[in-house]
């Protein structure tokens, strides 16, 4: 991070200090307007901050704009920000004269040895670590919105009380604000949900929270997804394989995931022995390579696989196709020797280049180093880290460290995709792996006929096909690409006298492999070509009398609403090629 950009919302650092900091100026205008309610926590979150209170009411949208009102007031106060520590009962006695029970908890619940520091400004002071901006007069009060309010148990514990979370976002500049706002809008319409039951994509139901189930529409979608992964892992040299979704205790123990995993794992009991059902498809693939003996020559080994995986979540997280129960992973391991680890990063990347650029998405490439629960030696993570950073380096690409976010077996590189309206989503992700090779004892015969330990490249492209079809709804607000629509063509006959024409092109176009459909009902023309634009049909093909005297075929677009007369051979050409190249 330059100099230049130090004190902007470039930096991260600076980003959460600037929100933190308004929410303390939340609460404080909270207990300015609203003395008796209590204080719980208030920290920084990805886009924005959160506070949450104990309050004999419950918040309002009046009661929001009455706070932003106030806020903007404290930050016209330039108040400053003063930090100062107490020790420990002189802490409990401050918050307790305060009366404010939830600090007092936070106190008691440090440890012995802890530094209990507090924020002043003006007459309000907060338990807090910080760190924060220096006086409230360097946050924008136009630049503060409120947005809603959510319950919350206290400590995320659903035996302790319900508290009430007021989420707001803050931005040095207003229009900043105002873009950001424009951005979530427009995020509503596109909603994946919403577009998903339109469109006959997927639903999810009552009897089976956060497992969906794929319609007619959704499966065309998904099966084209998948269809495309194929093709692609196909030339980029990949064999594909599939491996059972249940399988015995002994195995996650191998692995590590019984340890490290356990509490997102199903489990079930066969024959008096404890199984699970896989929450990711790794261990079976190391399975799948110790099954028979390998050489160095067969080196790299790629390895991928569509398998369907189920993980626990909570109730409180699931989220349409964004957070679901069970999802297909487009996994794949890589087998290689420790002097191809570099090339086969390399490697991974341009896949991710094609496929990305394929549904015109870019990416932030983030570097992940080691979590503190882990497995395995320092100097081995070290130099996972360092084979990570210079292959991305060498390919002309940057990268941001995350401290501490890698997965337990090792180090991970994450592609953080940018969708058409600025949201980003992390769907890519390449991991080194230096441990599970280990625990299998894999092996290859080296060109020196000695026994060797290969090294291991977990990684998804998609991430998850549910979850990049939730992303790519999103993306392309339902409007998919010709080449991926469920629906590529929809033929409209003016009258009954022109169904049999209408069949005709219809069949032409069916038998060249094109998706299509035709709408024969007794409507009005306008009407269907209303409704399908609705279901955002890439193309719409209108035959009236004019049309078959003058042996061609009317063609809309989605993209333009024009129309063209054209023959059906030369549509059919052109539909073609836009299938077959992938565009946009």
């Known amino acids: 991070m330059s100099e230049d950009n130090k004190y902007t919302f470039e930096n991260k650092e600076y980003r959460d200090t600037y929100r933190h900091t308004v929410s303390h100026i939340l609460a404080q205008a909270v207990k300015r307007l609203y003395p008796e309610v209590k204080l719980a926590i208030g920290p920084s979150i990805d886009n924005g901050f959160y506070y949450d209170f104990d309050a004999p009411f419950s918040f309002t949208q009046e009661h929001l704009d009455a706070l932003e009102a106030e806020m903007r007031k404290i930050c016209k106060e330039k108040e400053k920000l003063e930090r100062f520590e107490l020790p420990r009962a002189e802490a409990i006695k401050f918050m307790e004269e305060r009366e404010e029970p939830y600090k007092v908890e936070l106190i008691n619940d440090l440890p012995e040895d802890a530094t209990i520091s507090f924020y002043k400004q003006g007459e309000f002071t907060d338990l807090c670590a910080g760190p924060h901006l220096d006086s409230t007069g360097r946050v924008k009060g136009n630049g503060i919105k409120l947005m809603n309010v959510t319950g919350a148990y206290w400590r995320g514990d659903s035996s302790k009380k319900m508290l009430q979370r007021i989420y707001g976002t803050a931005f040095p500049k207003k229009d900043e604000l105002d873009q950001y706002l424009n951005m979530l809008e427009e995020a509503k319409k596109r909603d994946h949900r919403k577009l998903g039951k339109e469109l006959g994509l997927f639903m999810l139901t009552e009897e089976g929270p956060g ?67 896989k929450p990711m498809n790794c261990p079976g693939g190391m399975l799948v390579y110790k099954a028979q003996p390998h050489s160095y020559k067969e080196l790299p080994l790629r390895v991928g696989e569509l398998g369907l995986v189920h993980r626990h979540e909570l109730s409180g997280a699931l989220h349409g196709l ?41 990416y932030q490439i983030e570097l992940s180093t080691m979590p503190e629960d882990h497995m395995g030696d320092l100097k081995d993570w070290q130099f996972a880290e360092k084979t990570l950073a210079e292959a991305i380096t060498e390919i002309g690409k940057d990268y941001v460290v995350n401290e501490g976010d890698g997965a337990f077996y090792g180090p991970k590189l994450d592609f953080h ?28 015969t080296g060109a020196d006929g000695e026994k060797h330990r290969p090294v291991m490249i977990h990684r998804v492209v998609l991430g998850s096909i549910e979850r990049f079809i939730g992303v790519i709804t999103e993306h392309f607000a339902g409007a998919f690409p010709t080449w991926l629509a469920p629906e590529q063509v929809r033929v409209m006959p003016m009258t009954d ?55 061609v075929i009317s063609v809309r677009t989605r993209k333009t609403g024009e129309t063209t007369a054209m023959e059906t051979g030369e549509f059919i050409e052109k539909l073609a090629y836009e299938v077959e190249n992938k565009l946009k």
């Not at 015995?248 to 699970?276: C, F, P």
């Not at 022109?498 to 007794?522: H, S, W, Y």
């Open 322 to 362: 964004f957070r679901v129960r069970c999802f297909t992973q487009d996994d794949a391991h890589i087998f290689m020797t420790w002097d191809q680890m570099k090339d086969e990063i390399k490697n991974v990347v341009r896949l991710f280049d094609e496929v990305y650029s394929t549904f015109g998405l870019t």
């Open 417 to 444: 995709l940018a969708d058409s309206i600025g949201r980003t989503w992390q769907c890519g992700t390449i991991q080194l792996d230096m441990q599970l090779p280990e625990r299998f004892e894999l092996e290859y």
């Open 497 to 551: 006298r022109n169904i049999p024409c209408a069949q005709e092109v219809v069949k032409q176009l069916t038998d060249k492999g094109f998706r299509v459909t035709m709408d024969e009902r007794n409507e009005k023309i306008g009407y269907k070509i209303r409704e399908a634009q609705v279901h955002k049909v890439p193309y719409m093909i209108v035959i009236g009398d004019k049309d078959e005297e003058k042996g």
């Open 211 to 277: 497992f969906p189930f794929f319609l007619p529409n959704g499966m065309t979608l998904k099966n084209t997804l998948i269809d495309y992964w194929r093709e692609v892992h196909k030339r980029y040299g990949y064999v594909e394989v599939s491996t059972p979704m249940i399988l015995n205790r002994k195995l996650w123990e191998r692995s590590g995931h019984w340890d490290h995993y356990k509490q997102n794992m199903y489990t079930t009991v066969i024959d008096d022995e404890d199984y699970a059902i």
